[in-house]
């Protein structure tokens, strides 16, 4: 299930937008929700998307500035659409995953909706866990950590009992900016709040052991994240 917000002041636009991808979700048989504003001041910072269409051009707050309050607290995926295409230059500032036209809206909402549903499912990973196969949101991930025979993933909204080892994991969930911080603990840096000389305190105020033999090389390898993503 994707969960999805479509924020724009024009009510025919954002039912237009909508409608696009009730279509596009209903051929390729995807399940999801949406959100819809009409009000941009209406939308509810920190709430979970895994993707939101904004418009640029709004009252009160623009889709720029509420885009870069989106990413200060909870990060996703932005998709600027709006009827002027001089904003397509300016938006990059803010890193959007892309740009539609209203003015091409059908034909530009299926080649970025497909963009988009390639690179969601290539995020999720699939799992073996108590309740049977699953697949986990990787981008979701706060840590994981080992406990007596079980490895266990603590995502946003669930939390993961598998058998998988520390080890097997960090293998497969490196290159998402997962890292090990001691024997037993790996964290996803982009949920870090800040680091201690000896803890590791992430965004849901979990405070975490940063091993001492590790602590070199992972200082090392944040401080070339936070370079990768200013």
Same mark, same amino acid.
């Given at each position: 299930?994707?969960?999805?917000?479509?924020?724009?002041?024009?009510?025919?636009?954002?039912?237009?937008?909508?409608?696009?991808?009730?279509?596009?979700?209903?051929?390729?048989?995807?399940?999801?929700?949406?959100?819809?504003?009409?009000?941009?001041?209406?939308?509810?910072?920190?709430?979970?998307?895994?993707?939101?269409?904004?418009?640029?051009?709004?009252?009160?707050?623009?889709?720029?500035?509420?885009?870069?309050?989106?990413?200060?607290?909870?990060?996703?995926?932005?998709?600027?659409?709006?009827?002027?295409?001089?904003?397509?230059?300016?938006?990059?500032?803010?890193?959007?995953?892309?740009?539609?036209?209203?003015?091409?809206?059908?034909?530009?909402?299926?080649?970025?909706?497909?963009?988009?549903?390639?690179?969601?499912?290539?995020?999720?990973?699939?799992?073996?866990?108590?309740?049977?196969?699953?697949?986990?949101?990787?981008?979701?991930? &706060?840590? @994981? %950590? *080992?406990?007596?025979?079980? !490895?266990? $993933?603590?995502?946003?909204?669930? =939390?993961?009992?598998?058998?998988? /080892?520390?080890?097997?994991?960090?293998?497969?969930?490196?290159? &998402?900016? @997962? %890292? *090990?911080?001691?024997?037993? !603990?790996? $964290?996803?840096?982009?949920?870090? =709040?800040?680091?201690?000389?000896? /803890?590791?305190?992430?965004?849901?105020?979990?405070?975490?052991?940063?091993?001492?033999?590790?602590?070199?090389?992972?200082?090392?390898?944040?401080?070339?994240?936070?370079?990768?993503?200013?």
């Amino acid at each position: 299930m994707f969960h999805f917000a479509i924020i724009d002041d024009n009510l025919h636009d954002l039912n237009l937008i909508n409608n696009a991808l009730k279509d596009h979700c209903h051929y390729h048989h995807i399940k999801y929700d949406v959100d819809l504003y009409n009000n941009p001041c209406d939308f509810i910072l920190g709430k979970h998307y895994d993707a939101i269409f904004l418009d640029i051009v709004m009252p009160n707050i623009n889709g720029m500035q509420l885009a870069t309050k989106i990413n200060s607290t909870c990060p996703t995926k932005i998709i600027f659409i709006t009827n002027h295409d001089n904003y397509v230059n300016i938006v990059f500032n803010v890193r959007p995953f892309h740009f539609i036209r209203k003015s091409q809206l059908k034909i530009e909402m299926i080649k970025v909706l497909t963009l988009l549903f390639k690179q969601l499912n290539k995020e999720r990973i699939r799992l073996k866990t108590k309740r049977g196969i699953e697949n986990v949101i990787i981008d979701d991930i &706060y840590y @994981i %950590e *080992k406990k007596d025979t079980l !490895t266990i $993933i603590y995502t946003r909204d669930h =939390q993961y009992d598998i058998w998988e /080892t520390i080890s097997s994991l960090y293998d497969k969930l490196k290159p &998402y900016h @997962i %890292e *090990k911080i001691n024997q037993s !603990t790996l $964290i996803n840096m982009k949920y870090i =709040q800040n680091i201690n000389n000896k /803890t590791i305190i992430l965004k849901n105020n979990i405070d975490l052991n940063l091993s001492v033999r590790m602590k070199t090389s992972f200082l090392n390898n944040y401080e070339e994240y936070l370079l990768r993503n200013l």
